[in-house]
Structure formats: C-alpha cells, structure tokens
C-alpha cells in the first residue's frame, strides 16, 4: 500500500487520486474550499480537439486522452452512481471565407492520416437546421472527435466514486507519503517565488448558462465563442481570456458581450433566458502546457498544474502518467509537459 497526500481538488486532483486508489493505492485529498471549487468548477466543459496539422507532441496526448474519456467517466459513473454530463455529439465549426475553406478540407486527409479510424473531421454545406452556426461560407466544419462534460457535475460524480472507495475530500490533514500538488493558480503562484522568470500565472475566464434544451446535439464554435449543449437541458457559453483583472469572481460586460456573439451566430439562442453566470482563474503555466512531475525543490513532491482551458479534455491521461511515475516510478510525461521546461 503506498500513502499519497493530493492537494487540490480540481479536475487534476480528483482524477489523480482517482487513478492512484484504482491501482491501490491509499490516498487522502486535502483541499480547504471543498471539490471543484476553483476553475474546474466553472460552466462550460468543451473537450475539444487541436486541429488535426502540424502535429506534435502536445497534440498527440490530447488525442490519446480523448480517445481515452468515454471509459474513464462511464467507470466512475459506475461506481459512484453520479453521471458527469459526458458526451461526444461532435462539433460544428463557422467558416469565415473561401480561404478557410480550403484551409479546412487540406485537414480532412491529415486528420485521417493522424485520427485514423477513430473520428472524422469533414466539410459540409450549411443546412436548415436551427442547430448550427451562421457561417458567412455557407460550409462548416464537421468533427467527431469533439465531446463535452459538465465541469460541476463531473467533479461532483469524481467526488461520489472517491467516496465509494472510503475516499473523501478534507479542508485539512497533515502531509502523508508522497504529496501531490494539483493547486491550480494559486500552485503556479508558488512556484514562482524566488524564481528569475514567472512560471506561470492565472489567467480569468468568464461563462454563462443559458436555458434551452439542444441535449445530444453537436457543440457548436464561432467568432471564437464555444456553446456547449449539456445533457441537463441547458447550454454553456463562454468564455473570455483575461491576463489583467481586478477580481477573480465577479462577471461583467465582457461575459455580456460573450453571450450576445454567441446570439447573433447562433439565432435559436436570441430569447433563452441567462441563469448563471460563472468567473474564475484558471492556471496558465508560462509554455501553455500542462506543467507534469516532480517538484524540483522538495523531494517526495510532485506537481499537476497548468490545465488552463483543456485540463478536462487533458485529465484521463494525465490522471495515467501521473499515476505511473507516483506510484511505480515510471516517467512517461512528454516532453514540453514536465515541470522544468516553465523554469
């Protein structure tokens, strides 16, 4: 049996622990504002892949973590009883011009070069469904890999399988074994004391939900606003991207001016009713990258940091890895996601 203390009970965190006590491993999670309370408890919950081009390494993960995230929630559904919202319903994507467009069907051969049989990315005319996204080029980009998760209730369903295992989230305990920092961007800010250049930072994001039901439709993205169509009969719109904020939890006009683009290309939305609105930090390392492995100035510690917007996507794989080099020692975290190469 082997000890692990987790800090944070973000998505890194709760699908951490998940992994570590799946291969038997006991583990206590210690987190002083409770499940999902930072950015993984936020609205939106796109799980989006990379265009599939000029691929590397960060790309590849993502995939394989992708390709691995039906198993990983329907298992933890399984034992915890809790649904996360998981679905992949695939997504539709505007095209601005011609250019785009010729842009978007050169990706059709390397996505299924890169994808093989796994998903489909393809060009299709627009059609006359209220389900889609105004594109000024009549076409849209059509992918299968794309699914979506509720942030909250996916936390909440972690939470559940944890506690079915004699698992639960603490708001205090002393260090025990191994310890694992999943401390989102208050970690980062830690990380960069003392240190000649900033590791990493937060960075703010703003969402809203709106009511109406497009349940088990594709997502759809344009002019840079993700709509996310949850199982739960609402639709998540979101988000913005600011380095510069006053403070962390509180929306306004620029979460407005989100949800009147995501109205005007998408006119179903016109009348549905706003019912949360939602602001939060999320953890941005200095390479963008998820920040992976042992923490160089203490021994025996580790870090899984810097999800920023794809830590759900990212999560099952990283949960994995994470997992192999705790517990077994076994170092099989990419290059351009170990913790060094922000130093």
């Known amino acids: 049996m082997t000890d692990i203390t987790i800090r944070g009970a973000g998505i890194f965190g709760l699908s951490i622990a998940w992994a570590c006590v799946q291969r038997g491993a006991t583990v206590q999670i210690i987190d002083p504002n409770g499940a999902g309370a930072g950015s993984s408890g936020g609205l939106v919950g796109a799980l989006a892949p990379h265009v599939p081009e000029s691929w590397n390494t960060k790309k590849a993960f993502q995939l394989e973590s992708l390709l691995m995230t039906e198993q990983f929630w329907s298992e933890i559904a399984a034992t915890g009883g809790k ?176 949800i009147t683009a995501a109205r005007r290309v998408i006119p179903i939305l016109q009348d549905a009713p706003v019912i949360a609105r939602w602001a939060g930090v999320r953890p941005r390392s200095r390479t963008r990258s998820p920040m992976l492995g042992m923490w160089p100035d203490r021994t025996g510690h580790f870090i899984a940091n810097g999800g920023f917007k794809i830590g759900f996507g990212m999560a099952p794989k990283i949960a994995q890895v994470m997992a192999d080099l705790i517990l077994d020692g076994t170092d099989t975290i990419p290059d351009g996601f170990r913790v060094e190469d922000n130093l």
């Open 83 to 258: 649904d996360a919202g998981y679905a992949r319903t695939g997504r539709l994507q505007s095209i601005a011009n011609e250019t785009a467009r010729a842009q978007a069907l050169r990706r059709i051969e390397t996505a299924r070069e890169l994808w093989q049989d796994n998903a489909n990315w393809e060009v299709i005319p627009t059609s006359n469904t209220d389900w889609q996204p105004i594109s000024p080029d009549g076409h849209l980009i059509r992918d299968t890999l794309s699914a979506h998760i509720h942030p909250r209730r996916a936390c909440d369903a972690l939470v559940a399988a944890l506690e079915a295992k004699g698992v639960n989230v603490q708001p205090q305990a002393p260090d025990r074994g191994a310890v694992l920092w999943a401390t989102g961007a208050a970690g980062l800010e830690e990380l960069n004391l003392g240190r000649s250049r900033i590791v990493g930072s937060g960075e703010k994001g703003q969402a809203a939900l709106l009511q109406y039901d497009a349940s088990g439709l594709p997502q759809l993205f344009s002019e840079g606003v993700h709509v996310i169509p949850h199982l739960d009969g609402t639709v998540a719109v979101g988000s913005t991207t600011e380095r510069y904020f006053e403070n962390a939890t509180s929306t306004d006009a620029q979460l407005d001016d989100v």
